[in-house]
């Protein structure tokens, strides 16, 4: 995490991805529901510590496009009845998403006309992340079916030293414990001669 740290970090602190490749015929292309802050404590990980989310999207198709991240139960309620793609399965090496089709017949609209998107922009957004389940939503800006689009994340997470130094202080004492262990564990026993 350290390496990572100091050496993936673009020229604005984040720490990012290459641009993949998402493809679909239907209407909008969304995530799954990203939990956060599901169940961690509060005295470890602060509100105003879970950094900060940055997407950028290039246009495949030549349209332009919209990138958002709202509430699941917003997004859900809002494509209910209209036909999506939910990102199922990413590959690496090469690159591949699988996704799970949502089919309807309804038009979900131009995007931008929605008033529940904690972030949203035209080809990118920052999102300072907050307690809860969301989903990032990408769409052709006026809502039209065939959404071909190269998308990049990056994350400023500012807590990300203070757990590699604390992971790694708590392995240096494994390690000398487990030496101690060894060490005087491994000595012969003393034997006393018994004088009759």
Known sequence: ???????????DGYLSTGAQRFNSREYAITTP????GGGA????????????IRLETMAKGGRPLFVGVARTADVDAWLRGASFS???????????????????????????RQTFWAASGEHALHWDVESGDWSVVVMNADGSRGVAAAVSAG????????????TLGVGLLFVIATAALTAYGTRPVARTLAIA
Request: hydrophobic share 35%.
């Open 1 to 11: 995490m350290l390496w990572a740290n100091g050496h993936y970090k673009d020229a």
């Open 33 to 36: 529901k990203l939990e956060v």
């Open 41 to 52: 404590p509060g005295f470890l990980i602060k509100a105003d510590r879970y950094g900060e």
């Open 86 to 112: 939910e990102v199922s399965d990413i590959d690496y090496a090469p690159f591949n998403a699988t996704y799970a089709e949502h089919h309807g017949t309804r038009k979900p609209g131009p995007p931008a």
């Open 155 to 166: 994350a400023k997470v500012p807590y990300i030293a203070e757990v590699a130094y604390g």
